[in-house]
């Protein structure tokens, strides 16, 4: 399964480092989502882009600033985290926000020490 | 704010038994999707059911949406190991400007050989 890819897979980080993470849609789709997945926890949704556009944001702490340079890509930058914020981090897409099936990427594991 | 959960969190079945997972949300919903994590793996669709009272069938696979669109089941018939996985269902809250995709906590099948 090729049709969405993030970078990288793991990520091990500190406190004060700043990391990006990356997502790449090969499906021609226009909406694209972050979500994250801890343990023992639902999938949380954390941003939704719809055309470039975000038009959601689901009160994530400011260390966390997607970026969505175009409707194939899509970043999520990461600064001063903390060991809480360690989860698995999946990237998503769809052909349009509304009623459609979400094709989702391999994961980011991120651990932070 | 809206709330799915599902049960049972966790479900071991001899190879050959049936399984079936519940999920109910406390609002109604536009509609319903299915997913299956596997184990290491990411969150694949399985169907999305849209009509109240809606049965669809998957080989082996049966799912429902109930008549008040506020719960749904997926039930398994004669279970193999490739069955093995993590089950969520994701509802869409029906809002004014926009619709948002809750997932439930997700029901954990093991399936002894």
């Known amino acids: 399964e090729t049709g969405v890819t993030q970078t990288p897979r793991h990520l091990v980080m500190g406190m004060t480092n700043k990391k990006s993470l990356k997502c790449e849609q090969h499906?021609?789709?226009?909406?694209m989502y972050w979500y994250k997945q801890s343990a023992k926890k639902p999938l949380e949704l954390m941003f939704v882009?719809?055309?470039?556009?975000?038009?959601e944001n689901n009160s994530v702490p400011s260390r966390f600033s997607p970026e969505c340079p175009n409707s194939s890509h899509l970043f999520l930058h990461l600064h001063t985290l903390q060991p809480e914020d360690s989860a698995l981090y999946l990237c998503?897409?769809?052909?349009?926000?509304?009623?459609?099936?979400?094709?989702f990427g391999p994961g980011t594991r991120l651990t932070v020490l | 704010g809206q709330q799915v959960m599902q049960i049972p969190q966790y479900q071991h079945v001899q190879e050959g038994e049936d399984f079936t997972t519940y999920c109910n949300s406390s609002?109604?919903?536009?509609?319903i999707q299915w997913y299956k994590q596997r184990p290491g793996g990411h969150p694949v669709f399985l169907i999305q059911?849209?009509?109240?009272?809606e049965v669809k069938k998957q080989k082996r696979l049966t799912f429902q949406f109930g008549e008040a669109k506020k719960n749904s089941s997926l039930h398994i018939t004669a279970t193999q190991t490739t069955d093995v996985g993590t089950y969520f269902c994701?509802?869409?809250?029906?809002?004014?400007?926009?619709?948002?995709?809750?997932f439930g906590p997700g029901t954990s099948l093991s399936v002894i050989p």
């Open positions: 998503a897409s769809s052909q349009d926000r509304d009623l459609n099936e979400q094709f």
């Open positions: 499906l021609g789709h226009n909406a």
């Open positions: 882009y719809s055309l470039e556009e975000r038009v």
């Open positions: 609002t109604t919903l536009s509609n």
């Open positions: 059911l849209v009509k109240s009272g």
């Open positions: 994701a509802g869409r809250e029906m809002k004014t400007s926009y619709d948002k995709v809750i």
